[in-house]
């Protein structure tokens, strides 16, 4: 049986020419940067040049990169380390519904805490923030906006540039450097154009395991002027905003990643978007279905399903059966069995966003995987409505 994975969203494999550059820096070249000898100033030196790479890729200044575990941490700190460092400032923060729970969640707890005043803006039907909104809800006192480049679940990408710009004029207006403004890109890296002076953002998170390079590593992008309170705490790595030995090979395979994602991603998308849109079609022929996210301001590789009358974690385990493999959403909530938070904030009934599947498609994705899965899923949609003990109308897909 040959296995088919339509979970790139979750995580990609390890492309093979990123390996090959890691792999000096596991036992050969395997010294600590912050050390003062040779063998130290080798991994200092590839650390550079890999942070030069990736600050010519994002236009920035190789300072305003800053190294750390993965994408959870850095929209950590972003958030975090900019609240912290200007609670003197403001405590209202803005952010949207469809958020990564990475933002989300520690939001909620400063929240909470009592830190800080959120606002969290709706999304439409498609999973569209409004940049009009946005300019509503600012208040004198906003510190810091967080909202996503493209969501993870249903692939909306959200116009980054126009709220930049929206913001700019604001603090033009105001006379103000705030409210800060951050983007997770998790997602849109390798996909979409990552400069930060297009895009106006202060911070973007960017995550090595979305696009085929090493997991346990990622990056913060922090505009210069921008300040931060470090929540890693020791020898002042990082510029003294993410303490703690450099992840040498980690950050050489990112680097290295990045660069040939962008390099190819012009005839990726295009390959990825011919194979998105015949999966769309082939799905939706299924009776009681629906799309979930953009029709088409989406991720070339993102197709968000919802069928009614049957339960998302039992269709995955279906799918996996036939070696086929989905999710029902962001891989980082897997263990909840409760709808998608993201699905049920672009207007679906709780009915209806138990039965949404996500496919991710990726580089070793084949028109034979889309035929396949577009011949196996009607059965396993019916055998499930088979044992369902609802029948739901179609007026389900809304609330």
């Known amino acids: 049986m040959k296995e088919r994975y339509f979970d790139h969203a979750s995580t990609t494999y390890l492309d093979q020419r990123v390996l090959q550059t890691m792999l000096p820096f596991f036992s050969e070249n395997f010294g600590n940067p912050s050390s003062f000898h040779a063998v130290g100033l080798k991994a200092k030196v590839a650390v550079t040049e890999a942070r030069k790479k990736i600050a010519a890729i994002l236009n920035s200044r190789e300072e305003e990169i800053i190294f750390t575990s993965g994408g959870t941490e850095s929209d950590n700190l972003a958030l975090i380390g900019t609240i912290r460092a200007h609670s003197g400032r403001g405590k209202h923060v803005i952010t949207s519904s469809i958020e990564h729970h990475a933002v989300l969640e520690p939001l909620l707890l400063l929240q909470k805490r ?213 999710s029902t959403g962001s891989a980082c909530a897997s263990a909840s069995l409760d709808p998608s938070h993201v699905i049920l904030a672009t207007g679906l009934s709780y009915e209806a966003a138990h039965g949404s599947l996500r496919f991710t498609l990726g580089k070793h994705t084949t028109d034979e995987d889309i035929d396949a899965l577009i011949s196996v899923m009607p059965n396993v949609v019916q055998k499930l409505r088979h044992m369902s003990p609802v029948n739901l109308d179609m007026k389900y897909f809304v609330k």
């Open 114 to 326: 009592g830190e800080i005043e959120l606002t969290i803006l709706p999304v439409d039907r498609e999973g569209l923030v409004s940049v009009k909104d946005i300019e509503t809800a600012l208040r004198p006192d906003t510190i810091l906006i967080s909202i996503m480049f493209a969501n993870n679940e249903i692939g909306t990408i959200q116009p980054i540039a126009d709220i930049g710009r929206s913001l700019l004029n604001w603090k033009k207006q105001q006379a103000t450097n705030f409210p800060y403004f951050h983007t997770d890109a998790c997602q849109a890296a390798g996909v979409l154009d990552l400069d930060v002076e297009k895009l106006h953002v202060d911070l973007m998170t960017i995550n090595g395991s979305k696009i085929y390079g090493p997991k346990g590593i990622g990056l913060l992008y922090i505009r210069r002027g921008t300040r931060i309170e470090p929540m890693m705490i020791g020898g002042g790595q990082e510029r003294n905003l993410r303490s703690g030995t450099e992840n040498t090979p980690g950050i050489i395979g990112l680097s290295t990643a990045l660069a040939l994602a962008q390099q190819e991603r012009e005839q990726e998308n295009a390959r990825l978007i011919e194979l998105r849109q015949r999966l769309i079609e082939g799905l939706l022929k299924i009776p009681k279905t629906r799309l979930n996210g953009h029709p088409t301001e989406r991720l070339p590789n993102n197709v968000n399903i919802s069928f009614l009358d049957i339960e998302g974690e039992a269709a995955v385990l279906y799918l996996d059966a036939e070696g086929i493999y989905v």
